[in-house]
Nanobody
Framework: QVQLVESGGGLVQAGGSLRLSCAAS????????MGWYRQAPGEEREFVAA????????RYADSVKGRFTISRDNAKNTMYLQMNSLTPEDTAIYYC???????????WGHGTQVTVSS
């Protein structure tokens, strides 16, 4: 199983940017598809973005397409989510996930809070 630790969340004004990181340890990170999910208060957890284990394939939720960019550095066992043009609707806890591309895998981080003020 992969252990995951998110960082980089915080409070930002609408229109601003944040970069989330997910540091992985345990099973070979570079062989795992990875993804970001988020959960807003009172809402179910939803898909944000995913990246294949080589980094050459990515997919995004329609709500973040063109604003968010997922990437990974297998040499550093780290995945990133660059978030630009943030809106209050992006406010949520963001979770790192390992082991899935079209559906979440079995490993989750504890999450990092992102709050966007209007």
């Amino acid at each position: 199983q992969v252990q995951l630790v998110e960082s980089g969340g915080g409070l930002v004004q609408a229109g601003g940017s944040l970069r989330l990181s997910c540091a992985a340890s345990g099973r070979i990170f570079s062989r795992n598809d990875m993804g970001w999910y988020r959960q807003a208060p009172g809402e179910e957890r939803e898909f944000v973005a995913a990246i294949g284990w080589t980094g050459s394939s990515t997919r995004y939720a329609d709500s973040v397409k063109g604003r968010f960019t997922i990437s990974r550095d297998n040499a550093k066992n780290t995945m990133y989510l660059q978030m630009n043009s943030l809106t209050p609707e992006d406010t949520a806890i963001y979770y790192c996930n390992a082991g899935g591309y079209y559906a979440p895998g079995g490993s989750w981080g504890h999450g990092t809070q992102v709050t966007v003020s209007s």
